[in-house]
């Protein structure tokens, strides 16, 4: 069975641009969680998606949104980039409903801000 | 608000010794904990979990851990370690709608 797959996984962009991440979990996964990771700041929760809907955010700026498409397969997208979103993000999906099982992470994007 | 807490940042064995990685969580029900490890450049992998039912879990790569719910510990151990062990160690606590909160990490440092 494939596993999480995230793409891209290197990019560079400038401040004041906007990215787009790509997250396609595991076959049957229907919940998909974002998080940041930081050196400083560790990990950190954005949004989890569960059947193209949003069940919980964590406490980031709006210029941090999410989406999950009818296949489960999700996106983020980060507005006008500041240097502090130079991050690992990373996209995990679960089985189960309640999304407190465990996850399957992806290996990341990483995403340097110039 | 649950948390995580891995008191060490840093933990060096040689290969060979024994490794305990601590981990304390607060949380108001009965948790769902996770060991995950995460190697330069990777993703997090699981390594075991804890649900309910007997309080020592094993899990992949000869880990396993404790659950002591007096002590809000869920403490991560392995009797023998191997150099390819070197890696980042993440605690985390699982919540309804995918929102784990995870410890700060352990990184493991294995001496020849």
């Known amino acids: 069975k494939a596993g999480v797959t995230q793409t891209p996984r290197y990019l560079i962009k400038t401040r004041g641009q906007q990215v787009t991440l790509s997250c396609s979990p595991i076959s049957g996964h229907r919940s998909v969680s974002w998080y940041q990771q930081t050196p400083g700041q560790g990990l950190q929760f954005l949004f989890e998606?569960?059947?193209?809907?949003?069940?919980n955010k964590g406490n980031f700026p709006g210029r941090f949104s999410g989406r999950q498409f009818s296949n489960s397969r999700s996106e983020m997208n980060v507005s006008t980039l500041e240097l502090g979103d130079s991050a690992l993000y990373l996209c995990?999906?679960?089985?189960?409903?309640?999304?407190?099982?465990?996850?399957?992470f992806g290996e990341g994007s990483r995403l340097t801000v110039l | 608000a649950q948390s995580v807490t891995q008191p060490d940042i840093h933990i060096t064995v040689s290969e060979g010794a024994s490794l305990e990685l601590r981990c304390n969580y607060s949380y108001g029900a009965t948790p769902y904990l996770f060991w995950y490890v995460q190697s330069p450049g990777q993703g997090l992998q699981l390594l075991l979990k804890?649900?309910?039912?007997?309080?020592l879990v094993q899990g992949i790569k000869g880990f396993e851990a404790e659950f002591k719910r007096s002590q809000s510990s869920f403490n991560l151990r392995k009797p023998s370690v191997h150099w390819s062990d070197a890696a980042e160690y993440f605690c985390a606590v699982g919540a309804y709608g995918g929102k784990s909160t995870f410890g700060d990490g352990t990184t493991l440092t294995v001496k020849p």
């Open positions: 995990a999906s679960s089985l189960g409903q309640s999304g407190t099982g465990e996850l399957f």
């Open positions: 804890y649900f309910s039912g007997d309080t």
């Open positions: 998606y569960f059947s193209e809907t949003q069940r």
